[in-house]
């Protein structure tokens, strides 16, 4: 039998928006098309405007001298120093607040919607105020008052002078809190402490290992090892074995009074302490709600089945309705982690020097580089929620079920 040709209809114009085949794509060049023209007529636009105020667009300022100081910061840094590493102190003093701030929020939002969910009465409505209270109240004040707790409700340093002093050191006489900030010991790092570093990070990693191969064990065989013990055992015995092996090669640095100020030591602003606290207790009443509802996404029936074959409460929260509710849970955190990021841009209330205080404030103003500015700061916000996005969806893939 053989087969009819069908004749091939020739291809017209007509087509691209009245042919189904070609509509979409059609549709989607002209929209690319029009985004392209309008974005190249605003760049045109704001450059000959540019140019008629005398102006153009010129980065060389990076490498002018700055000419002020910053308070606190992570590299060294002088008012002799550029622009450029101006805006890089003020970057790293921002990834520094949002990398700890995201941590602290982190844990005790997890706490806060697991006791939300509590059978006592008591703990369950101190969790809902705890969570209304902060997330209904805007974070500048809680950033504004935390500090002024603070600053007020501390003693000064002249406070801990003297036979019978006002106030006293903490945490074995190790560490002060005082009006201007906190002082903690420091590290010193002598011979050795570069193996007994690497030996911490191969521990570190080894823990991760066995945990994963337990689990692992426990998916195939059922056979459930002691995890917790046993990576604690190879967290720290090897770390403290060459830390004696070595002669103790690090040792603490403890801040001590002198004059009327404290030396040495690792010294915290307060600005910092009340940016930080105060972001973290924003964002965990958030954290907190979402939690909660991802633990009220999973089947009360699970519950009730792990309870019939003798699990205890914590048992079951970890095993069974947390590691399936991460799936619920994971996705809105990205939104939480970068609204705490970018909140920290409001550090200028209290003096702390982030990287909207040093190329989106003081640089800017001295420089009268306002558009080059808000550019650099726009591309450092954009790139960092780029990268807290594509690191929490990596970790949200791994928690989804396989093969769907």
């Known amino acids: 039998m053989s087969s009819v040709k069908l004749p091939v209809e020739k291809f017209r114009l007509g087509m691209l928006l009245g042919d189904t085949r070609y509509r979409s794509t059609t549709v989607q060049v002209i929209a690319f098309i029009i985004f392209v023209s309008v974005v190249f007529w605003l760049v045109d636009n704001t450059v000959k405007n540019l140019a008629l105020l005398g102006k153009d ?54 706490f806060v919607g697991i006791l939300r969910l509590s059978k006592n009465w008591i703990v369950a409505k101190l969790m809902s105020v705890y969570i209304e209270g902060f997330r209904n109240i805007p974070i500048l004040l809680w950033i504004v008052m935390i500090f002024a707790l603070l600053t007020e409700f501390t003693p000064a340093p002249r406070a801990f002078k003297g036979d019978d002093p006002e106030a006293s050191m903490i945490f074995f006489q190790s560490t002060a809190v005082t009006n201007r900030g906190a002082y903690f010991p420091s590290p010193v790092w002598g011979d050795g402490s570069v193996y007994l570093i690497l030996i911490f990070i191969l521990s570190l990693a080894a823990m991760f290992l066995f945990r994963r191969y337990a689990k692992n064990l426990q998916e195939e065989t059922g056979k459930n090892l002691p995890k917790f013990w046993i990576s604690l055992a190879i967290f720290f ?168």
């Open 57 to 110: 667009v010129d980065f060389s300022y990076l490498w002018m001298r700055a000419g002020y100081d910053i308070n606190q910061r992570l590299i060294p840094y002088t008012n002799d120093s550029t622009h450029g590493r101006a805006a890089l102190v003020g970057i790293l003093n921002t990834l520094l607040v949002a990398f700890i701030g995201c941590i602290i929020a982190t844990i005790i939002g997890v």
């Open 237 to 404: 015995i090897p770390s403290i074995l060459f830390y004696f092996i070595l002669g103790g090669p690090v040792s603490l640095e403890y801040p001590y009074l002198k004059g009327f100020n404290f030396k040495d030591g690792i010294y915290v602003r307060n600005s910092f302490i009340a940016l930080t606290l105060a972001l973290s207790l924003y964002t965990s009443a958030f954290i907190g709600e979402i939690v909660r509802s991802g633990i009220l996404a999973i089947s009360k029936g699970q519950t009730e089945a792990a309870s019939s074959l003798g699990l205890r409460p914590s048992r079951i929260m970890n095993l069974i309705i947390l590691p399936q509710a991460l799936r619920v849970i994971v996705p809105p955190m990205i939104s939480n982690y970068l609204n705490l990021t970018k909140n920290s841009s409001l550090a200028i209330a209290v003096g702390y020097m982030d990287v909207r205080g040093t190329l989106g404030g003081i640089t800017l103003n001295q420089t009268g580089r306002e558009l080059e500015s808000m550019l650099l700061l726009m591309g450092f916000y954009l790139c960092v929620s780029l990268c807290v996005s594509a690191i929490i969806n990596y970790f949200n893939r791994s928690f989804q079920i396989k093969g769907l």
